[in-house]
Antibody, heavy 122, light 107 residues
Framework: QVQLQQSGPGLVKPSQTLSLTCAIS??????????WNWIRQSPSRGLEWLGR?????????DYAESVQSRIIINPDTSKNQFSLQLNSVTPEDTAVYYCARVTVTTYYFVDWGQGTLVTVSS | EIVLTQSPATLSLSPGERATLSCRASQSVSNYLAWYQHKPGQAPRLLIY???KRATDIPARFSGSGSGTDFTLTISSLEPEDFAVYYCQQRTNWPDTFGQGTKLEIK
Protein backbone atom coordinates (compact mmCIF):
# COMPACT_ATOMS: atom_id res chain seq x y z
CA GLN A 1 0.00 0.00 0.00
CA VAL A 2 1.37 3.37 -1.02
CA GLN A 3 1.50 6.17 1.52
CA LEU A 4 2.43 9.78 0.92
CA GLN A 5 3.49 11.90 3.89
CA GLN A 6 3.71 15.64 3.43
CA SER A 7 5.82 18.08 5.42
CA GLY A 8 6.58 21.75 5.28
CA PRO A 9 5.66 25.11 6.82
CA GLY A 10 2.10 26.29 7.01
CA LEU A 11 2.89 30.00 6.85
CA VAL A 12 4.89 31.79 4.16
CA LYS A 13 5.44 35.52 3.75
CA PRO A 14 4.48 37.25 0.50
CA SER A 15 7.26 37.27 -2.14
CA GLN A 16 9.01 34.34 -0.44
CA THR A 17 9.22 30.67 -1.49
CA LEU A 18 6.74 27.98 -0.54
CA SER A 19 8.50 24.63 -0.02
CA LEU A 20 6.81 21.29 0.64
CA THR A 21 8.05 17.71 0.61
CA CYS A 22 6.20 14.46 -0.03
CA ALA A 23 7.82 11.30 1.34
CA ILE A 24 6.87 8.07 -0.42
CA SER A 25 6.47 4.62 1.11
CA UNK A 26 5.34 1.55 -0.80
CA UNK A 27 6.65 2.75 -4.16
CA UNK A 28 9.72 4.44 -5.64
CA UNK A 29 9.95 7.99 -6.92
CA UNK A 30 12.04 6.45 -9.73
CA UNK A 31 9.28 4.03 -10.72
CA UNK A 32 8.73 3.71 -14.47
CA UNK A 33 5.00 3.25 -13.90
CA UNK A 34 4.10 6.22 -11.71
CA UNK A 35 4.03 10.01 -11.83
CA TRP A 36 4.28 12.29 -8.81
CA ASN A 37 2.02 15.31 -8.69
CA TRP A 38 1.22 18.43 -6.71
CA ILE A 39 -2.38 19.69 -6.56
CA ARG A 40 -3.85 22.52 -4.53
CA GLN A 41 -7.32 23.48 -3.42
CA SER A 42 -8.65 26.90 -2.55
CA PRO A 43 -12.16 28.35 -2.29
CA SER A 44 -11.52 30.63 -5.27
CA ARG A 45 -9.79 28.16 -7.60
CA GLY A 46 -11.19 24.79 -6.50
CA LEU A 47 -8.87 21.86 -7.25
CA GLU A 48 -5.94 22.92 -9.42
CA TRP A 49 -3.24 20.61 -10.77
CA LEU A 50 0.16 22.32 -10.46
CA GLY A 51 2.69 19.92 -11.90
CA ARG A 52 4.37 16.54 -11.87
CA UNK A 53 7.66 14.71 -12.15
CA UNK A 54 8.20 11.20 -13.45
CA UNK A 55 10.98 8.89 -14.58
CA UNK A 56 10.98 7.08 -17.93
CA UNK A 57 14.66 6.32 -18.48
CA UNK A 58 15.21 10.00 -17.69
CA UNK A 59 13.41 12.59 -15.58
CA UNK A 60 10.50 14.60 -16.95
CA UNK A 61 8.67 17.58 -15.49
CA ASP A 62 5.36 19.15 -16.52
CA TYR A 63 3.92 22.33 -15.02
CA ALA A 64 0.60 24.16 -15.22
CA GLU A 65 0.80 27.33 -17.29
CA SER A 66 -0.63 29.35 -14.40
CA VAL A 67 2.48 28.74 -12.27
CA GLN A 68 5.06 27.65 -14.86
CA SER A 69 7.36 30.63 -14.36
CA ARG A 70 7.76 30.12 -10.62
CA ILE A 71 7.38 26.38 -9.85
CA ILE A 72 9.95 23.62 -9.47
CA ILE A 73 9.14 19.98 -8.66
CA ASN A 74 12.19 17.88 -7.85
CA PRO A 75 12.64 14.19 -7.09
CA ASP A 76 15.05 13.11 -4.37
CA THR A 77 15.98 9.51 -5.02
CA SER A 78 18.22 9.23 -1.95
CA LYS A 79 15.25 9.91 0.34
CA ASN A 80 12.52 8.52 -1.94
CA GLN A 81 10.56 11.76 -1.94
CA PHE A 82 9.71 14.71 -4.13
CA SER A 83 9.34 18.38 -3.41
CA LEU A 84 7.44 21.46 -4.47
CA GLN A 85 8.95 24.92 -4.65
CA LEU A 86 6.71 27.84 -5.53
CA ASN A 87 8.51 31.16 -5.74
CA SER A 88 7.29 34.72 -5.30
CA VAL A 89 4.08 33.72 -3.54
CA THR A 90 1.14 36.05 -3.01
CA PRO A 91 -1.98 35.70 -0.85
CA GLU A 92 -3.65 34.08 -3.88
CA ASP A 93 -1.36 31.08 -3.35
CA THR A 94 -3.03 30.39 -0.01
CA ALA A 95 -4.47 26.90 -0.36
CA VAL A 96 -4.37 23.33 0.84
CA TYR A 97 -1.57 21.61 -1.07
CA TYR A 98 -1.66 17.89 -1.82
CA CYS A 99 0.85 15.51 -3.30
CA ALA A 100 -0.64 12.65 -5.30
CA ARG A 101 0.42 9.59 -7.26
CA VAL A 102 -0.78 8.56 -10.69
CA THR A 103 -0.02 5.10 -12.03
CA VAL A 104 -0.08 3.71 -15.55
CA THR A 105 -2.78 1.30 -14.37
CA THR A 106 -5.51 3.90 -13.95
CA TYR A 107 -3.88 7.22 -14.94
CA TYR A 108 -5.88 8.98 -12.22
CA PHE A 109 -5.01 10.33 -8.76
CA VAL A 110 -5.39 7.22 -6.63
CA ASP A 111 -3.07 7.98 -3.72
CA TRP A 112 -2.91 11.32 -1.96
CA GLY A 113 -0.96 12.95 0.82
CA GLN A 114 -2.78 14.26 3.87
CA GLY A 115 -2.75 17.85 2.65
CA THR A 116 -0.97 20.93 4.00
CA LEU A 117 -2.71 24.25 4.53
CA VAL A 118 -0.29 26.95 3.43
CA THR A 119 -1.21 30.51 4.26
CA VAL A 120 0.59 33.38 2.56
CA SER A 121 0.58 36.31 4.94
CA SER A 122 2.95 38.79 6.48
CA GLU B 1 -7.75 23.70 -21.51
CA ILE B 2 -10.94 21.69 -21.03
CA VAL B 3 -13.45 23.24 -18.66
CA LEU B 4 -15.65 20.94 -16.59
CA THR B 5 -18.93 22.35 -15.31
CA GLN B 6 -20.67 20.53 -12.48
CA SER B 7 -24.30 20.85 -11.51
CA PRO B 8 -25.94 21.51 -9.23
CA ALA B 9 -23.54 23.46 -7.05
CA THR B 10 -25.36 22.18 -3.97
CA LEU B 11 -27.67 19.19 -3.63
CA SER B 12 -29.78 18.75 -0.50
CA LEU B 13 -31.05 15.23 0.08
CA SER B 14 -31.89 12.85 2.90
CA PRO B 15 -30.27 9.53 3.75
CA GLY B 16 -31.79 6.75 1.68
CA GLU B 17 -32.53 9.02 -1.28
CA ARG B 18 -30.93 8.77 -4.71
CA ALA B 19 -28.35 11.38 -5.72
CA THR B 20 -27.61 12.34 -9.31
CA LEU B 21 -24.65 14.64 -9.98
CA SER B 22 -23.74 16.02 -13.39
CA CYS B 23 -20.45 16.98 -15.07
CA ARG B 24 -20.32 18.58 -18.50
CA ALA B 25 -17.10 19.06 -20.48
CA SER B 26 -16.40 21.98 -22.83
CA GLN B 27 -15.24 19.46 -25.44
CA SER B 28 -15.22 15.70 -25.72
CA VAL B 29 -13.13 13.84 -23.16
CA SER B 30 -14.13 10.43 -24.55
CA ASN B 31 -14.54 8.32 -21.38
CA TYR B 32 -11.45 9.67 -19.61
CA LEU B 33 -13.30 11.10 -16.66
CA ALA B 34 -13.09 10.43 -12.94
CA TRP B 35 -15.12 11.28 -9.86
CA TYR B 36 -13.67 12.05 -6.42
CA GLN B 37 -15.26 12.40 -3.00
CA HIS B 38 -13.78 15.05 -0.71
CA LYS B 39 -14.54 15.42 2.98
CA PRO B 40 -13.24 18.25 5.19
CA GLY B 41 -9.79 17.59 6.57
CA GLN B 42 -9.26 14.56 4.35
CA ALA B 43 -7.62 13.95 1.00
CA PRO B 44 -9.90 13.45 -2.00
CA ARG B 45 -10.81 9.82 -2.68
CA LEU B 46 -11.08 8.35 -6.16
CA LEU B 47 -14.54 6.82 -6.63
CA ILE B 48 -14.98 6.27 -10.36
CA TYR B 49 -12.50 6.31 -13.24
CA UNK B 50 -12.84 5.97 -17.00
CA UNK B 51 -16.40 7.28 -16.52
CA UNK B 52 -17.89 4.06 -15.15
CA LYS B 53 -15.26 1.90 -13.43
CA ARG B 54 -15.42 1.75 -9.65
CA ALA B 55 -12.10 2.21 -7.88
CA THR B 56 -10.86 -0.31 -5.34
CA ASP B 57 -13.11 -0.75 -2.27
CA ILE B 58 -15.77 1.67 -3.50
CA PRO B 59 -19.30 0.51 -2.59
CA ALA B 60 -21.65 -0.59 -5.34
CA ARG B 61 -24.10 2.23 -4.56
CA PHE B 62 -21.72 4.54 -6.45
CA SER B 63 -21.97 4.35 -10.23
CA GLY B 64 -20.83 6.49 -13.12
CA SER B 65 -22.07 6.86 -16.66
CA GLY B 66 -21.61 8.98 -19.75
CA SER B 67 -19.14 9.64 -22.52
CA GLY B 68 -18.09 12.53 -24.71
CA THR B 69 -19.20 15.68 -22.89
CA ASP B 70 -21.93 14.60 -20.46
CA PHE B 71 -21.34 12.48 -17.37
CA THR B 72 -23.31 11.45 -14.31
CA LEU B 73 -22.39 10.17 -10.88
CA THR B 74 -25.25 8.33 -9.18
CA ILE B 75 -25.43 7.31 -5.54
CA SER B 76 -28.32 4.88 -5.40
CA SER B 77 -29.21 5.19 -1.72
CA LEU B 78 -27.41 7.79 0.37
CA GLU B 79 -25.61 6.76 3.52
CA PRO B 80 -24.75 9.35 6.21
CA GLU B 81 -21.05 9.11 5.27
CA ASP B 82 -21.76 10.09 1.64
CA PHE B 83 -22.40 13.75 2.42
CA ALA B 84 -19.34 15.51 1.03
CA VAL B 85 -18.12 17.48 -1.97
CA TYR B 86 -17.78 15.62 -5.27
CA TYR B 87 -15.44 16.60 -8.09
CA CYS B 88 -15.09 15.37 -11.63
CA GLN B 89 -11.71 15.36 -13.39
CA GLN B 90 -10.63 14.78 -16.99
CA ARG B 91 -7.32 13.46 -18.29
CA THR B 92 -7.97 13.55 -22.04
CA ASN B 93 -6.20 16.82 -22.72
CA TRP B 94 -3.18 18.14 -20.86
CA PRO B 95 -3.40 19.61 -18.31
CA ASP B 96 -5.72 17.55 -16.18
CA THR B 97 -8.60 19.72 -15.01
CA PHE B 98 -11.25 19.46 -12.32
CA GLY B 99 -14.83 20.64 -12.06
CA GLN B 100 -15.71 23.19 -9.40
CA GLY B 101 -17.49 20.60 -7.28
CA THR B 102 -20.98 19.68 -6.10
CA LYS B 103 -21.67 19.86 -2.38
CA LEU B 104 -23.97 17.07 -1.28
CA GLU B 105 -25.57 18.15 1.99
CA ILE B 106 -28.07 16.63 4.37
CA LYS B 107 -31.59 17.96 3.97
Amino acid sequence: QVQLQQSGPGLVKPSQTLSLTCAISGDSVSSNSAAWNWIRQSPSRGLEWLGRTYYRSKWYHDYAESVQSRIIINPDTSKNQFSLQLNSVTPEDTAVYYCARVTVTTYYFVDWGQGTLVTVSS
Amino acid sequence: EIVLTQSPATLSLSPGERATLSCRASQSVSNYLAWYQHKPGQAPRLLIYDASKRATDIPARFSGSGSGTDFTLTISSLEPEDFAVYYCQQRTNWPDTFGQGTKLEIK
